[in-house]
C-alpha cells in the first residue's frame, strides 16, 4: 500500500511563506495524483491542491489560486506545496493523500493519507 509523510508546517506571520512537503513511497496506479487537503475543528476536510504524478496536470482550490505552487519531484518522489502570502484563513492541520487516480478533491475517495503537518499563520 502507498504511504505519505507530510513535513513543513509551521508558525509564519501573514503574508508570510511555507512550503509543504509529501514523500511518497511509490508511484503507482494507487497514487496516480496526489493532493493535499487541510482541515480546521469542526469543519470537513477541504480539497486545497492536487496534481498529477505522470502528466503533472495541477488544480487549486478558488482560495488559494494564486497564492499556493503545487509541484512534483518524481524522483525524489516527494510532492511540494508552496505557500505565499499566507492569511489567517489557511491556519490548519494540512495532509497529503493519494488520490484515486485521478484529482477528485474528494476526502471521502483518498485511498491513503499522510500524518498532517500544522500551519498556523498568525495575524
Known amino acids: 500500500d502507498v504511504q505519505l509523510q507530510a513535513s513543513g508546517g509551521g508558525l509564519v506571520q501573514a503574508g508570510g511563506s511555507l512550503t509543504l512537503s509529501c514523500v511518497v513511497s511509490?508511484?503507482?496506479?494507487?497514487?496516480?495524483?496526489i493532493g493535499w487537503f487541510r482541515e480546521t475543528p469542526g469543519n470537513e476536510r477541504e480539497a486545497v491542491s492536487c496534481?498529477?504524478?505522470?502528466?503533472?496536470?495541477?488544480s487549486y482550490a478558488t482560495s488559494v489560486k494564486g497564492r499556493f505552487t503545487i509541484s512534483i519531484d518524481t524522483a525524489k518522489k516527494t510532492v511540494y506545496l508552496q505557500m505565499n502570502a499566507l492569511e489567517s484563513e489557511d491556519t490548519a492541520r494540512y495532509y497529503c493523500?493519494?488520490?484515486?487516480?485521478?484529482?477528485?478533491?474528494?476526502?471521502?475517495?483518498?485511498?491513503?493519507w499522510g500524518q498532517g503537518t500544522l500551519v498556523t499563520v498568525s495575524s
Open positions: 511509490e508511484f503507482t496506479f494507487n497514487s496516480k495524483a
Open positions: 496534481i498529477g504524478t505522470t502528466d503533472g496536470e495541477k
Open positions: 493523500a493519494a488520490e484515486p487516480g485521478w484529482c477528485s478533491g474528494k476526502a471521502s475517495m483518498q485511498r491513503a
